[in-house]
């Protein structure tokens, strides 16, 4: 039996198939309803353009579309949608919402989202990106030679060389000496590495506030392990303002040793390079 033309099936106002042929075309249609809002096609070839198949599915205005061009190239599009292959290995470059693909992977105008606690490789996996992204409770962190090297938490803080920092910034090692290093490539000699402690007198970071007379300003602090296993300090070096804002303020050096109790003054060097020792 040879058919010419369009063959319909329970074609009524509401719902009808159809399968049809044009030139270089097959085609398989399905209406759901009689203004066309939900629709799927399933097909080779398209007037005016090079198909080696396609598969449209309209709903209203959504559309989902997967076409495989004549080169081989495929093309995805709609708004939701899953597309679900196993194991698929891709030999060309894969764009995500975007053309002009010229890296293996390019997303555009969007975001990839893992998640909580998976990570990006490289290699043999010893080195990695992880996250979750749990409000407050949340992480980043980096590893290398499966360890991690770097975290950053949900409430700010930073470790280096560990995954539970105590501090804003906290580095942490297992080597012989815990060495920070602060380099200044120059050859003026007034230029130098700095570490700079600063304080300003508001707790919100919008303006600044002038700091006042008997504020501490800044201080390094020193800690022991006690035989109970806590941090315990021995000794501290801080600065503390002396006299009220102004344009030039001026301040005092305490430096603290303890001795088998909490630390206490043992040097002052006044605003006016004056030191006084304690005992």
């Not at 105008?109 to 606690?117: A, V």
């Not at 501290?236 to 102004?246: H, K, P």
Request: net charge negative.
């Amino acid at each position: 039996t040879t058919l010419n033309g369009v063959v319909k099936i329970n074609a009524g106002t509401a719902i009808y198939q159809e399968v049809r042929t044009h030139t270089d075309q097959f085609a398989v249609t399905q209406y759901q309803k009689s203004d066309g809002t939900a629709l799927w096609n399933l097909g080779t070839g398209d007037d005016g353009d090079d198909y080696r198949f396609y598969l449209y599915n309209y709903q209203g205005t959504d559309t989902t579309q997967l076409e495989i061009m004549a080169d081989n190239a495929w093309k995805f599009m709609g708004s939701s949608y899953a597309f679900n292959v196993g194991n698929a290995t891709f030999a060309g470059k894969v764009g995500i919402n975007g053309g002009g693909v010229v890296h293996p992977l390019e997303v555009a105008g969007g975001h990839i989202k893992l998640d909580n606690d998976k990570s990006l490789t490289w290699g043999d996996t010893y080195t990695a990106v992880s996250g979750n992204g749990a409000n407050t409770t949340g992480h980043l962190s980096l590893a290398t030679s499966d360890l991690i090297r770097f975290k950053i938490l949900g409430d700010g803080k930073i470790g280096i060389g560990t995954s539970v920092p105590a501090f804003l910034l906290e580095i942490s090692g297992k080597a012989d000496n815990v060495a920070t290093g602060i380099t200044c490539f120059s050859d003026g000699s007034s230029e130098s590495a700095i570490l700079a402690l600063r304080k300003v007198n508001n707790d919100d970071g919008s303006t600044m506030t002038g700091t006042t007379d008997g504020q501490d300003i800044g201080s390094i602090n020193f800690y022991g392990t006690d035989s109970g296993g806590a941090f315990d300090p021995v000794g501290s070096i801080f600065m503390e303002q002396t006299g009220a804002s102004a344009a030039a303020l001026s301040g005092t050096m305490y430096f603290q040793t303890a001795n088998g109790g909490s630390p206490t003054t043992a040097l002052t060097l006044g605003k006016s390079q004056n030191a006084t020792f304690a005992g």
